[in-house]
């Protein structure tokens, strides 16, 4: 099962853009799907994630509030949808996923997540 990020590229900032993320292969039924993302020079961060078995989501608080995470549940895929953007989040995004149920203390942690895409570049232009 591989996972297909989409949707990145430049934007001024305080503008908007989505991101999309499919998983193709094998049918998957991955309980958990969202991004992180990764800045030059920096560690890979958490960023939003969507767990279909309790429905919940789970954001960081640089992005809680701008960004929304959704899902397709007949398509298995995820959404991010980033307003206010600032140059701060400009990044590589990256798609991860889990078939096992995470709990909610963990669903943060970059090391729980077994599947990855392979990065989108956002840029955000000041």
């Known amino acids: 099962v591989q996972l297909q990020a989409s949707g990145g590229g430049l934007v001024q900032a305080g503008g908007s853009l989505s991101l999309s993320c499919a998983a193709s292969?094998?049918?998957?039924?991955?309980?958990?799907m969202g991004w992180f993302r990764q800045a030059p020079g920096k560690e890979r961060e958490f960023v939003a994630m969507?767990?279909?078995?309790?429905?919940?989501?789970v954001y960081s608080d640089s992005v809680k509030g701008r960004f929304t995470i959704s899902r397709d549940n007949a398509k298995r895929q995820v959404y991010l949808h980033m307003t206010s953007l600032k140059p701060e989040d400009t990044a590589v995004y990256y798609c991860?996923?889990?078939?096992?149920?995470?709990?909610?203390?963990?669903?943060?942690?970059?090391?729980?997540?077994?599947?990855w895409g392979q990065g989108t570049l956002v840029t955000v232009s000041s």
């Open positions: 292969g094998r049918a998957a039924s991955f309980s958990t």
């Open positions: 991860a996923a889990r078939q096992n149920r995470i709990v909610l203390s963990a669903r943060r942690d970059a090391s729980q997540y077994t599947t």
């Open positions: 969507y767990t279909w078995s309790d429905n919940s989501k």
